[in-house]
């Protein structure tokens, strides 16, 4: 069995973040290709379309840029804006679990041109205000956060402006999301290209002058642009064929890919804690009926307090919530 072979035996041909290296001078990528994972997630929630497109590329840029990261926690993505789509959010985990859900407003949204839908476009759904990376590795770590303004036509745009701005490096970005057809009706599909560069130094692999290494980035952004959304967002395509339709000419090596897995974190223990620190009058106000109602807002779990449950929090007891 080819290593290649072994690679894909393990992890499949989706749901994964694929690191690699074009050589001579060591840039590096990731290719990340989101299947069932990513057409789980939105299937929980009625969004419309390009809640979901724009939710399905938040996802696979999530995944991108925390695989380019060495943490033990949890990285989020999190847009917040004035427009249509007023909230994007995806986490991952170190391990590879991923979540992820949108706030949108219907009525500003339907008003949207479909020009301004099909191309993604940032300024017209999702407005004016920031986009967020955070790391958090726990309760004995400080967190890092990147916080910049959605600058830009498109996510990947946005994402180019915080790398400029806020990181030093240069990188270019492809996203992509969408529907395809399989044997069992539509499925949505998410997929990234990512690669970056360090800054110039004279002991870079191959050791280049600094006008071959500006040479070299330029000419695999060049390779990089071509790739298509088919390409992306194929299942047939294997991901490291891609990799070696894209960069072959300047040699390419494809590293062992981590999988992708659908899991959110909410659990009863959780909820419980949440509703022990709210006051009667809170848990009021958050009744539905005779029952307090809590609904996961990534993975529509439900919980049902009755008023027994919610004395049973008052007086530190595990709650009987169904």
């Not at 299937?43 to 696979?60: F, I, K, N, S």
């Not at 004279?202 to 050791?207: E, H, K």
């Amino acid at each position: 069995m080819s290593a290649r072979e072994a690679l894909f035996e393990h992890t499949g041909r989706d749901d994964i973040i694929l690191p690699f290296q074009i050589d001579p001078y060591g840039l590096r990528g990731r290719l990340i290709r989101l299947g069932p994972v990513v057409d789980r997630i939105l299937g929980r929630h009625d969004y419309p379309e390009a809640v979901a497109a724009m939710l399905g590329e938040t996802m696979a840029l999530a995944a991108c840029l925390a695989g380019a990261l060495k943490y033990d926690g949890i990285f989020t993505l999190q847009t917040k804006g004035d427009g249509p789509i007023g909230t994007l959010m995806a986490d991952i985990t170190s391990d590879g679990e991923m979540r992820a859900y949108a706030r949108y407003d219907a009525d500003r949204l339907a008003a949207v041109e479909p020009a301004a839908i099909a191309e993604r476009s940032v300024p017209r759904l999702l407005g004016g205000g920031y986009i967020a990376f955070t790391v958090d590795q726990g309760a004995n770590t400080d967190r890092y956060q990147g916080i910049v303004e959605l600058e830009g036509r498109t996510l990947s745009e946005c994402t180019h402006s915080y790398f400029r701005n806020s990181e030093q490096l240069e990188a270019g970005v492809l996203l992509a999301a969408g529907q395809a057809a399989t044997a069992d009706g539509p499925a949505w599909r998410a997929g990234a290209l990512m690669i970056q560069r360090l800054p110039y130094q004279r002991d870079l692999p191959g050791r280049p002058s600094e006008d071959e290494y500006d040479e070299n980035w330029r000419t695999a952004v060049t390779l990089m642009s071509s790739g298509t959304v088919a390409e992306l967002l194929s299942a047939e395509l294997p991901p490291d064929r891609l990799l070696f339709r894209l960069f072959h000419s300047e040699g390419v090596r494809a590293f062992q890919a981590q999988p992708v897995v659908d899991a959110c974190r909410c659990s009863n223990s959780r909820v419980d804690r949440v509703l022990r620190a709210l006051s009667v009058a809170e848990l009021e106000e958050l009744k539905q009926g005779e029952d307090v109602v809590v609904v996961c807002e990534f993975c529509k779990r439900e919980w049902r307090y009755d008023d027994a449950a919610l004395a049973a929090l008052r007086d530190g007891e595990a709650a009987p919530s169904f």
